[in-house]
C-alpha cells in the first residue's frame, strides 16, 4: 500500500472518529426540501428533518462492532473460564 492510500484512509477514519455525521445529501444539511409543483418546503424523508447522515466509514465501524464484538466477548469469557 502506498504511502497516499494509508494516509487518506486513517485522515478518513480520523474524520469519522471526529465527525460521524455528514450533511444530507438530499436536503443539504436543511432538514427540509422545496416541492417541485407549489415550492413549499417539506420535511425531507431520507434524513427525518435532522439534516445529517451517518457517514460510510462509521457505518462500516458500527457494523464490524456489531458482527465481531460477540465473537471476540465468547473467547474472552472462555479464555476466563479456562484460567481460573
Request: include cysteine.
Amino acid at each position: 500500500m502506498t504511502p497516499w492510500i494509508a494516509a487518506t484512509i486513517a485522515a478518513y477514519a480520523l474524520l469519522c472518529a471526529v465527525s460521524p455525521f455528514g450533511k444530507c445529501r438530499r436536503c443539504k444539511g436543511k432538514g427540509h426540501r422545496k416541492t417541485v409543483v407549489r415550492k413549499r418546503p417539506r420535511p425531507c424523508r431520507r434524513c427525518k428533518t435532522t439534516g445529517l447522515r451517518r457517514r460510510y466509514g462509521r457505518s462500516l465501524y458500527v457494523w464490524t462492532k456489531k458482527t465481531y464484538r460477540p465473537l471476540l466477548d465468547e473467547k474472552r469469557r472462555a479464555r476466563a473460564g479456562s484460567a481460573a
